[in-house]
């Protein structure tokens, strides 16, 4: 595709279920990052991918957070036993090769857990 | 650990005219990267200007600059002519290019709401 992509575009959950948040980078680009954004902050670190391995998942906040990307090109967040606290919008890039390379954002993932 | 901060909340300005959008941050490390990012209502986020540290010269993408201060570690961001479209979050973000597992993770400030009137 042209762009990142990211869907759904809204999760509402109930406390307590699980969620899978889907990240289709730009074509060729071997770099992917996930960010949480919480409501009038800027976005915070979660994860790297480079390739399908996680390089850095050093801002995953628990183990309740785990991210895949079996072959290299689509992503998913998974949430376990969702809280309050995870409500925020979840966004995804990629880059080329990941470095000085540009990030590409895709539009994010609002979740709202009741 | 490196840490972005920019210290006005809310901006405005008048159509036409120019304003400065502030950003400071902290880093031990020599060679890095940062960035002006412009996020609208419709959440996407999209880069307005990068910055390399060890370029001198301050990067300019037409109504957009910024003032790099390296020393004083000062990255502030000029709108000229300001236009209707560029009301928006505006984010600073620092990327450390030194290499290890921290390649290319972008930190970013708390944002910088900007309206322009007409």
Known sequence: GAGVSQTPSNKVTEKGKYVEL???PISGHTALY????????????????????????????????FAVRPEGSV????????????????????????????QYFGPGTRLTVL | AQTVTQSQPEMSVQEAETVTLSCT??????????????????????LVIRQEAYKQQNATENRFSV???????????KISDS???????????????????????????QGTILTVHP
Do not use: H
Not at chain 2, 26 to 46: A, G, H, V
Not at chain 2, 101 to 108: D, N, Q, V
């Open chain 1, 75 to 102: 992503s998913t967040l998974k949430i376990q036993r969702t809280e309050r606290g995870d409500s925020a919008v979840y966004l995804c890039a990629s880059s080329l090769s990941g470095g000085r390379d540009t």
């Open chain 2, 25 to 46: 941050y902290d880093t031990s490390e020599n060679n890095y990267y940062l960035f002006w990012y412009k996020q609208p209502p419709s959440r996407q986020m999209i």
């Open chain 1, 22 to 24: 889907r990240c289709d």
């Open chain 1, 34 to 65: 996930w960010y949480r954004q919480s409501l009038g902050q800027g976005p915070e670190f979660l994860i790297y991918f480079q390739g399908t391995g996680a390089a850095d998942d050093s801002g995953l906040p628990n183990d309740r957070f």
């Open chain 2, 83 to 109: 236009q209707l479209g560029d009301t928006a979050m505006y984010f600073c973000a620092f990327t450390s290019i030194a290499g290890g597992t921290s390649y290319g993770k972008l930190t970013f400030g």
């Open chain 2, 67 to 77: 003032n790099f201060q390296k020393a004083a570690k000062s990255f502030s961001l």
